[in-house]
């Protein structure tokens, strides 16, 4: 249920409408009609304040899931001093649970090619997309590279697929799997993860699994 129009600014209550259907009805089916008649506003209100579904459900993503680009952001201009197996570690757990909360509310999109194309049209006019996370995990790796963290001939971009795309896969897979629950937890998971990457990348002998941070 919507919060009363009195505590609750428009704009606020139009991304809680968003966030509800989203996750209760899909992408798919949201509409800005939805959207309106949900947060007790007119469509015309709805577009006072956002141009487009698609502006609205960035919005949830930023402000509503896990904060998986922020924290890709802030690595890349800060990695701080904790080394790069412990960023990796929280790079995973921030992207499983993004992906795990993000795939239910797309899913319904690739039913469906013609709103799917538009979707996406709409996403990358406000720069972002499901590539955002991809190239910003690479140019933090290859910052570390560069600083001689890595590997002189570790490949960033690979780097980045791979961790990711193993964190999507997690939640595509058990999501799939209706109910079959993953046969370790999130945190278990990432530290594996970031030090099976983490193999190929770091200069030197191999270091053992969740051995810590590193240089």
Same mark, same amino acid.
């Given at each position: 249920?919507?919060?009363? $129009?009195?505590?609750? =600014?428009t ?13 209760? +009805? ?6 800005? $009609? ?18 487009s579904? %698609?502006?609205?459900? @960035?919005? +949830?993503? $930023? ?6 680009? !922020?924290?890709?952001e %802030?690595?890349?201009?800060? =990695? ?10 929280? +790079? ?11 795939l ?16 996406? %049209?709409? @996403? ?5 997309? !499901?590539?955002?996370p991809? @190239? ?17 001939? /570790?490949?960033?971009?690979? &780097? &980045?697929?791979?961790?990711?795309? /193993? ?5 595509? +897979?058990?999501?799939?799997?209706? *109910?079959?629950?993953? =046969?370790?937890? @999130? ?6 993860? /970031? ?16 051995? *810590?941070?590193? &240089?």
């Amino acid at each position: 249920m919507s919060a009363p $129009k009195s505590t609750r =600014p428009t704009r606020e209550r139009i991304v809680d409408a968003a966030e509800h259907l989203l996750r209760s +009805v899909g992408l798919a089916r949201t509409t800005t $009609k939805e959207i309106a008649r949900e947060a007790g506003c007119s469509e015309a209100a709805l577009y006072k304040h956002y141009r487009s579904k %698609e502006e609205i459900y @960035v919005r +949830v993503l $930023k402000d509503r899931l896990p904060r998986l680009n !922020p924290l890709l952001e %802030e690595l890349r201009r800060d =990695p701080g001093d904790l080394g790069v197996e412990y960023n990796l570690i929280r +790079v995973a757990e921030h992207a499983v649970r993004f992906y795990e909360q993000s795939l239910p509310i797309t899913a319904s999109l690739f039913a469906e090619p013609a709103l799917r194309k538009r979707h996406f %049209e709409g @996403v990358r006019e406000l720069g972002q997309g !499901p590539h955002v996370p991809l @190239v910003a995990l690479a140019g933090y790796l290859r910052a570390e590279r560069d600083r001689g963290a890595l590997r002189p001939d /570790a490949d960033p971009d690979a &780097a &980045a697929a791979l961790l990711l795309g /193993a964190c999507s896969q997690r939640a595509f +897979v058990y999501d799939a799997a209706e *109910g079959m629950p993953p =046969p370790q937890p @999130v945190e278990e998971f990432a530290v594996g993860l /970031a030090g099976t990457l983490l193999r190929g990348l770091l200069p030197g002998p191999a270091p053992a699994p969740g051995a *810590g941070p590193t &240089a």
